[in-house]
């Protein structure tokens, strides 16, 4: 999407001060990181409401109506354009309405800027290919009125909305879909204080792989369940079999837990070695990045337009200081070998998977790695066997593990 259409759609939906706020952020991040102030996403009066030193019963109170459709109140914040974690959601919600669950879903948006609004939102989700099409019902969360409504089950998506679900009156089940250890997003401070307060609040966890859900359960009693990582067979293919020269680095400089500056150095070292190679960069726009080697910049791709991109290349470097993204799987369907960070969070969630690269994190180490893949004299024949262990993967076993798993939270007999 182009620069002007973007800024005519949030000139529309947002108003003319959230777009002039969007500009001065984007300006300010090309040049330092553009920090939040402390508690900036979450609402005050939601925290101030909660003691999580006192315990609470999330148990069904009642049966479910069996004449009519379980309620979810599903708080989230607002969706962008390129959010995995969001688009992960998403699907997973699909996958409820499929099994005959309604959502309520709460914009749960405490910053003065950017203006968020339902008809942006929905907007956004009409034109973008990463997000399904649900068939829910949208408002927005007002911390004075709270979740109003009827509801089984509430569901949080992260630490501030976790203070929201809470707020609800009645002690109905609270489901806790957790992507990421968020307090490590944060210095210590009081964002990583509150953030890791958000598993003491007594809900049932849902991760997104094995590695997160032993840590929350280890380090806080929270009781979780887990679905493993998957890959789309029918997006992400292999359609390329000829030799390639090129390697791919996913870099998004404002989220740190993606070691973007790291990543750069590996980078650097690739063309010092090996200056032929194609070097790729998505995710950002790193045109003024200053960057010492020449690169593609590929900027923010709709979803539709990676697997091309991962179809050029032999291999991806792919950091995960935290939960692990998408992105090793998706690209090994491609036919890519993923060079990944070696360390219990990538090899516990992606299951030791033979197929990916897992790599000390040395500038030199890495970068030894991707080239390798590039001058393997099997690199067909290896980019084939890779793909051929992605074909036939689907996030369907994962969405039958959470429709199963709220079917036992509200007591309801598989349908």
Known sequence: MSVLKRASEMLKYEGVKSTAWRGAKWLTSRSNPFEEVPLA????QDVLAVDWTQDRNFKAEKPVNPNGKPQIAWVISPPGRSSGGHQNAYLFMQFLEQAGYEITIFLYSAGTFPKVSVEGVKHMLSTNSGYPQLNAEYRMYDPETGLAGDFDVIVATDWATAYAAWRYERNIPRIYWVLDFEPYFFPAGPDYVVAENSYRLGYHGITIGSWLAAKLKRDYGMPTDFYEYAV???????TNDNPRNEILFYARPTTARRGTEFGLLVLEEVHRRRPDITINIAGWDMSNAGLDFPFVNHGTLDVSQLPDLYNRCASALLISLTSVSLLPLE??????VPVVNDADNTRISLNDNPGIDFVAMSPGRMAEHLIAAVDNEKQVDHSRKIAQAME?????????VVVSVFNKTLGLKKK
């Open 41 to 44: 996403t979450v609402f005050k």
């Open 232 to 238: 789309d067979a029918v997006r992400y293919t292999r």
């Open 392 to 400: 036939g993967g689907s996030w369907a076993g994962p969405g039958e």
């Open 331 to 336: 690209v090994m369907a491609c036919g890519v």
